[in-house]
């Protein structure tokens, strides 16, 4: 017998014998799975919706503050610019700015690409040598050297 079909075979008893004991208890019916999941909710062992979930008193959360006063803190945060909406910056947040250009940027990605740094589809990323960090800097550095037509051409 090969070997894939004995490993089946091997699985297949396994499984047999793994529910012997469950139908030697009989069938559960319906009514009594219902009966156990009702008894466990009420116990607080299982949650329901968006209950205190990881508690094990099974005791929900309640907000001590009115909505209205929230939704009111939260309406003069956003106009103050203290929460984000949307794509713009909160107002302490520090704005990351490129020290490259963007023909130094386009050149290392290309670099990375053909060497074959960039993941694509379900291939994972795999880290760069020494080597070809460098190749990565030398084509960066020859797109920052470069006349500005020949810039305006890699594009």
């Known amino acids: 017998m090969p070997i894939n079909r004995q490993s089946k075979l091997w699985v297949l008893l396994a499984a047999v014998i793994a529910t012997t004991p469950a139908l030697a208890e009989g069938p559960v019916l319906r009514a009594q799975v219902r009966a156990e999941t009702a008894a466990a909710v009420a116990a607080g062992?299982?949650?329901?919706?968006?209950?205190?979930?990881?508690?094990?008193?099974?005791?929900?959360?309640?907000?001590?503050?009115?909505?209205?006063?929230?939704?009111?803190?939260?309406?003069?945060?956003?106009r103050e610019g203290r929460i984000a909406t949307g794509e713009q910056q909160p107002v302490d947040a520090q704005v990351f700015v490129s020290t490259e250009t963007r023909a130094e940027v386009n050149a290392e990605t290309r670099t990375a690409m053909r060497l074959g740094l960039m993941p694509r589809g379900q291939l994972p990323a795999r880290d760069a040598t020494a080597a070809e960090v460098e190749q990565i800097r030398l084509a960066g550095q020859r797109a920052r050297s470069a006349p500005v037509s020949t810039t305006a051409a890699l594009r």
Do not use: F, P
């Not at 299982?46 to 939704?71: Q, W």
């Open 45 to 78: 062992e299982i949650i329901r919706g968006e209950g205190a979930s990881g508690r094990t008193d099974g005791a929900n959360i309640h907000s001590t503050r009115a909505y209205s006063d929230v939704r009111a803190e939260t309406v003069a945060a956003v």
